[in-house]
């Protein structure tokens, strides 16, 4: 469905990728939205949500070369914003059942891409 919009990108380790891959294959396995299910699905998410607000927030600023100060701000508002969004995630988290768990799932692998060849 992405592929069929415009859309932003935010680049993300390698090994951020494996391990969403990874356990997006493992809990589709199990099936069961479990609190070693929410759990992990809760860690890769927050995980997930750091790189992109670095990418999108401190990014511009690292190649405006931004002075400390600017940094620091911006570091404390992302800060604030990824407290909230962790409140909010687990909250829904918790309520998670199967199908929804599936879903979920069904939208992290269609977020993730491999890089294009060099």
Request: glycine share 8%.
């Amino acid at each position: 469905m992405l592929k069929q919009q415009s859309h932003i990108v935010a680049p993300i380790p390698d090994e951020l990728r494996t391990r969403a891959l990874y356990t997006v294959g493992e809990l589709r396995e199990r099936g069961k939205a479990d609190k070693e299910a929410i759990d992990k699905l809760f860690n890769l998410i927050v995980d997930m949500t750091e790189e992109g607000l670095d990418f999108f927030f401190l990014e511009p600023l690292r190649r405006l070369h931004a002075g400390s100060m600017m940094m620091g701000m911006a570091k404390m508002g992302i800060s604030s914003m990824l407290k909230g969004s962790k409140m909010v995630v687990h909250k829904v988290l918790k309520k998670l059942d199967g199908r929804s768990l599936a879903a979920i799932l069904d939208f992290i692998e269609e977020i993730i891409h491999e890089p294009e060849p060099g």
